[in-house]
């Protein structure tokens, strides 16, 4: 919802301008309290409002009003910081020559008044809209209850073994009630299954009364009440009764019977707090089976036996196909190549299979029309069976909270099929102004509460975990990005920029996708009310002007570069974007050798995020003014070598400026750890620094970082001849993620400091020397540790653990060019929670070992046995060693060997 996003923006934009300690305007007070008197007020009735039914390609009326008001207010309070700051500033080549306080205050007083005057008149509209409750109360007709006579007949393919699973919970386990949950994303068939296992006969032969109701999202429980017992008391005479009756007879009924009740698409725990009393508990195996989109909803029942559906594997999803399109006849042959890209396309969406099938069910069948369908796959799904399909998916988005549907719309921002990396993700939506800010919470926290939330809905997929179990990296289903950019087009959300230069006016947002650069240059002239800026990466946008009031850029990706290290897209003049003095958020790649911020710099009053890529080689030199940047929570330089190029950062001013916010410091050359620098980042959680000349020989110059007592992520990389410096270290114990290159350092005794770091979730170590030849771990050292990898860590012959609680977590083992040593101690295979080793290029008894541990798993475990091994080797002979959980690859070839060199660890793969 873009009226609400707004809302919400507008309000951080007064939040920021009342906290900061040096705003570059002030709204008069009257104003203010005005101002946020009206946004306060429209954001509550947002909260209760159900627009009037309009046509699905049109947005609310009255919602954009609301929209088109708050953005009206966001131009003028920030025109006017332009304003202000430029008549305050002149900037003669890189110097700030500071011209006294002038100011504009009469104009913008009238201006804001203005909108003031028009957020009265909409309050009042919606304060009438409000008192009535016609339009306020949520009221569901009885077809949001259907009884189970009309259940469609619909297939179930390739959810054999979760019917099953399913049937043995209904028919097993213990005497008492239990519910079973059905969770999964819309369209993936969670209704279907709960069908199948509503007809099936064994349901019936087992339970003695069954019912069926559907819920909703707008539920009635007077309605659910009285269909349940219209269903097993077979009469539907129960008009006339209050909720409190219906609730009662239904016990009565129910009582002394065992009972099966499904209840289809709910959506909250409230219906059932408000129901559960109607369902006796009498010892029987009476069953209750829910189906939600909700995945949190398992534990706010209290339960343990939820089902989760998955997507359909490549067998099923041609079954379902095959038998949707032409039920018991043969698949003609001419078809079947562009019939399986069909599928493929699908994703495994039962939905999307069914629709798509039941289109080609009954159209023409020839090869011609399939390609064309093959290619218009999901505008096809989307749009051509609203009822089915359509209304389904809608309804996810439909009914979120308002506070999550600008998130979810944002998520169309990225290419199809994109894995996204969820850090980036929750910068881009605070430096959007989509949080709303909750007392004793950073925007971070709240950030990660949103995604966790659209994930718990089914609407974000995960990708890939983290060890701590947070969402490392994140996908959109095609189909509901579909429906993600049909709203977005809808409420005018943002833009999309292709081929051709199609810009609406006022656009906030541009999303440039594949767009040359002849289409880059004619769009940048009507950019003028531009909020944000998101290139795909590979487009070079070079000389950014007439964006004054631009609050997000994003030109670089480290995600896609690592992709594709050829791309050449990003941002060339540097100077030119930060001449941008709204700027929240800046992700950019830089082209020249070497580089400076301008000290203008701290004219960025709002900037939260900053990320420059160099070329390996190359840096970029920060100003002091850098120091002063109030509100910066990341500065982040890429580079694809760590130990080249990155982010010179001056010694702080002896002016006292506090960083509170910063959370992020990564890529940073020769930082001079000193007490000073430590006390202007008191909240660092991530760090990482590079040390590559004679700097580290100034005193005690990493000696302070145990004082980063917030400090969760570091990595330090020590250039070769100084690696005595980092001996000194003494590490915070707030860390959870270490990663060190160490070149020639001894690891003896650095390893004891590491292994009593408390809360140590991931070690990695690359290079370093066991100068006794051994390593033997100390029990109740690292406690926490869910990863350990060791890189050419040189000297190590023989690794000893007394026993496997000396890492009681371990979940994952690296090793790499460890050629000394003897093996891998037995007692890593104990370990309960490990679940993979991977060796690359070690020797080759480790290898054996390492086999030797996996036969003695199998024996234990048997089929269940979830230890995976991955090893890499230079000898051909070592393949013998392949099993099913045993995989063996290598380099054999001696050119290849000759040619191969090893490389220090890219930047950004450390997280």
Not at 441 to 456: G, H, I, P, Q, R
Not at 492 to 508: A, S, T
Not at 751 to 757: E, H
Not at 786 to 802: E, F, I, P, S, V
């Amino acid at each position: 919802m873009a009226a609400y996003g707004a809302l919400v923006s507008l309000m951080h934009i007064i939040d920021r301008l009342e906290k900061h300690p040096s705003p570059p305007i002030s709204i008069y007070k009257q104003q203010l309290e005005s101002l946020t008197e009206n946004v306060t007020f429209l954001q509550d009735f947002l909260d209760a409002y159900i627009p009037p039914a309009v046509d699905d390609h049109e947005a609310d009326p009255l919602e954009c009003r609301i929209a088109d008001a708050v953005y009206a207010a966001e131009d003028v309070i920030e025109s006017q910081i332009v304003l202000q700051i430029h008549n305050r500033y002149t900037i003669i080549g890189d110097i700030i020559i500071t011209l006294g306080v002038a100011t504009i205050e009469e104009d913008f007083y009238h201006d804001l008044q203005q909108v003031i005057e028009e957020m009265n008149l909409i309050k009042k509209e919606a304060m009438e809209i409000a008192t009535g409750a016609d339009q306020m109360q949520r009221k569901v007709s009885s077809t949001h209850a259907g009884s189970s006579s009309t259940v469609k007949e619909s297939m179930m393919v390739g959810f054999d073994e979760v019917l099953l699973e399913v049937l043995d919970k209904l028919t097993g386990g213990q005497l008492s009630r239990q519910i079973i949950p059905i969770m999964g994303m819309g369209g993936i068939g969670k209704t279907t299954l709960a069908r199948h296992v509503f007809q099936h006969a064994l349901v019936k032969e087992h339970f003695d009364i069954c019912a069926w109701t559907t819920i909703s999202q707008t539920y009635n429980v007077r309605e659910a009440l009285r269909e349940f017992l219209s269903q097993v008391s077979g009469n539907s005479g129960s008009d006339d009764l209050s909720e409190g009756e219906l609730g009662l007879k239904l016990y009565q009924y129910l009582w002394g019977r065992r009972y099966l009740i499904i209840m289809d698409d709910m959506w909250s725990i409230e219906v059932w707090d408000k129901i559960r009393s109607s369902f006796p508990d009498c010892n029987d195996g009476s069953r209750i089976i829910v189906t939600t989109r909700m995945s949190n909803l398992n534990l706010q029942l209290g339960e343990s036996y939820g089902v989760g559906m998955k997507f359909l594997d490549e067998a099923s999803c041609w079954d379902l196909f095959t038998n949707t399109v032409f039920g018991g006849e043969s698949f003609p042959p001419e078809l079947e190549d562009i019939g399986k890209k069909i599928v493929a396309n699908c994703k495994g969406l039962p939905l999307s299979i069914a629709t798509i099938g039941g289109l080609l069910a009954k159209s023409e069948r020839t090869r011609e029309y399939w390609v064309r369908i093959e290619q218009n796959l999901n505008s096809i799904v989307i749009t051509n069976n609203d009822e089915f399909c359509l209304k389904i998916l809608r309804m996810s988005y439909t009914y979120l909270p308002n506070y999550l549907k600008p998130c979810f719309l944002y998520m169309g921002v990225f290419e199809e099929d994109r894995s996204i990396r969820a850090s980036m993700l929750k910068k881009l939506w605070v430096s959007e102004g989509f949080l709303k800010p909750v007392s004793g919470k950073c925007l971070e926290t709240m950030a990660e509460e949103y995604l966790k939330e659209l994930v718990d809905r089914n609407l974000i997929l995960v990708d890939e975990l983290g060890l701590s179990g947070n969402v490392k990296f994140c996908k959109l289903h095609d189909l509901l990005r579909d429906v993600c950019l049909k709203e977005v087009e809808k409420e005018r959300f943002y833009g999309i920029i292709g081929e051709f230069p199609l810009v609406k006016d006022n656009e906030r947002r541009v999303v440039f996708q594949n767009a040359g650069r002849r289409v880059i240059r004619e769009v940048s002239r009507s950019l003028s009310h531009v909020r944000s800026i998101i290139c795909y990466e590979g487009i070079n946008f070079e000389r950014p002007h007439n964006l004054r009031l631009l609050r997000t850029v994003k030109a670089y990706d480290r995600d896609t570069h690592r992709r594709d290290k050829t791309i050449e897209g990003g941002v060339h003049f540097l100077g030119n974007v930060f001449q941008l003095v709204n700027s929240r958020h800046i992700a950019v790649r830089l082209h020249s050798e070497y580089q400076s911020f301008p000290s203008s710099i701290n004219l960025l009053w709002n900037l939260s995020t900053l990320i420059v890529h160099v070329e390996p080689r190359h840096e970029v030199v920060a100003p002091i003014e850098i120091w002063k940047l109030h509100q910066l929570r990341h500065l982040e330089c890429m580079s694809l070598q760590t130990d080249r190029g990155g982010l010179i950062l001056p010694d702080p001013p002896s002016e006292m400026v506090i960083m509170e916010n910063l959370q992020t410091l990564r890529g940073v050359h020769n930082l001079y750890l000193n007490e000073e620098v430590v006390q202007r980042i008191p909240n660092v959680q991530k760090l990482h620094l590079i040390y590559n000349s004679e700097y580290m020989e100034r005193a005690n110059c990493l000696s302070n970082l145990e004082c980063l007592s917030k400090l969760e992520n570091f990595y330090c990389s020590i250039y070769r001849g100084y690696d005595e410096y980092l001996q000194r270290i003494s590490f915070p114990h707030s860390l959870k993620k270490l990663k060190l290159i160490l070149n020639s350092v001894e690891l003896d005794e650095i390893l004891q400091k590491i292994g009593w770091l408390p809360l140590l979730q991931k070690l990695e170590l690359w290079g370093g020397t066991f100068k006794r030849g051994k390593w033997d771990t100390i029990e109740g050292q690292f406690r926490s540790l869910k990863l350990l990898q060791l890189d050419y860590c040189n000297g190590l012959k023989n690794w000893t653990m007394a026993e496997s609680s000396h890492f009681p977590l371990l979940q994952e083992l690296r090793l790499l060019g460890l050629d000394e040593l003897e093996e891998i101690p037995s007692e890593v295979g104990e370990i309960a929670t490990l679940k993979s080793i991977t060796l690359k290029y070690c020797s080759e008894s480790a290898v054996v070992s390492a086999k030797k541990i996996v036969e003695e798993q199998e024996e234990l475990q048997g089929d269940q046995l979830e230890l995976r091994v991955r090893a890499e080797v230079w000898n051909r002979r070592l393949q013998r060693l392949a099993s099913p959980n045993f995989e063996v690859t290598g380099i054999f070839n001696a050119k290849l060997l000759e040619s191969s060199s090893i490389q220090y660890p890219q930047v950004f793969l450390f997280e």
